[in-house]
């Protein structure tokens, strides 16, 4: 049985969450700590776990295998974790981030573990550019783990939602056959790069980014959106990095504006930018449900 979220960790979450943007290392740190332990008990029974493959040379062109016993034809739920583009770990701890494709395979959905290259050493669109050959990789190999190489979600948190959605939407980053991908799930993304004043992390942006306006705009999701763009999944926190939940809505205009029809969109009440996602494989699934939903759903 999947654990609760103890009572004594709502109520940090709870006294952590208004603050969050005054120290957001600081409170990475403690979430991330605050939940591996509650992770720890969580079931993993009958999911097989294959770690570090290679989908490209550079050594963090990895990635790891959720695996559902007797997965046959199963759809595919690829995720990349945040760090703010210079930082961040697919296992950052032995259960964070693994808790989320173990969430999704327990469900019997093939989830993958993606670990992509950081800046300041790989500027714009590098991490984009590792998306699509990781997707070219799964595509290819995919189905000897009983998973379906068209239907390929793509879920990123913060960062890594930054790139997900660069490589979903954006056409020049793209092979010529198209992304590959059956749908994206944007988590407390950033796609809007902006290095304003208030965006406490603005010099880790620019690490990634660069200062040229027109990079930036160029390196936005938000500006790639368009009538065909994959069909996509929005959540976010109540309480997240300055800017974050602007971003995701004003993408979720974006998405409705273009396609006529909003998309799905989530908003965990209580949640912080990175609950959001350690909260994964407890009892807690309400985000976790919805997203198999989308993940299911009939396209």
């Known amino acids: 049985m999947a654990p609760t979220i103890p009572d004594s960790l709502r109520k940090l979450m709870a006294e952590v969450g208004p603050r969050w943007g005054t120290d957001i290392p600081k409170h990475v740190k403690l979430m991330v700590e605050s939940f591996t332990p509650v992770l720890a008990t969580a079931p993993k029974e009958g999911v097989g776990i294959t770690l570090d493959l290679a989908y490209g040379a550079h050594p963090r062109q990895t990635l790891d295998v959720h695996q559902p016993h007797g997965a046959a034809n199963a759809p595919v739920a690829v ?3 945040g760090g703010a583009f210079v930082d961040g770990d697919k296992r950052r701890t032995p259960e964070v981030y693994g808790n989320v494709p173990t969430y999704f395979a327990r469900n019997g959905v093939l989830g993958i573990n993606l670990e992509f290259r950081l800046a300041p050493e790989f500027k714009y669109p590098a991490c984009a550019e590792d998306v699509g050959l990781a997707v070219a990789w799964l595509r290819e190999n995919v189905a000897r783990f009983g998973g379906d190489p068209d239907r390929i979600f793509l879920m990123g948190q913060s960062a890594g939602a930054a790139h997900a959605a660069a490589y979903a939407y954006n ?7 198209g992304a590959g991908i059956a749908g994206l799930i944007v988590v407390s993304g950033r796609v809007r790069a902006d290095n304003l004043p208030e965006n406490p992390n603005a010099r880790k942006v620019e690490a990634y980014y660069g200062t040229d306006p027109a ?8 500006n790639h959106v368009s009538a065909a763009s994959v069909p996509t999944f929005i959540a976010i ?3 997240e990095n300055p800017l974050i939940d602007v971003h995701c809505a004003e993408l979720f205009h974006r998405l409705a504006i273009a396609k006529r029809r909003a998309p799905p969109i989530m908003r965990l009440a209580g949640h912080n930018h990175i609950s959001i996602v350690t909260h994964f494989n407890t009892a807690e699934d309400a985000l976790g449900r919805a997203l198999l939903d989308f993940i299911r759903a009939p396209r």
């Open 215 to 222: 990079v930036l705009e160029e390196g936005s999701a938000v």
């Open 79 to 81: 995720f990349l974790h």
């Open 171 to 177: 056409k020049r980053l793209q092979p010529p056959g």
């Open 237 to 239: 926190a109540e309480y």
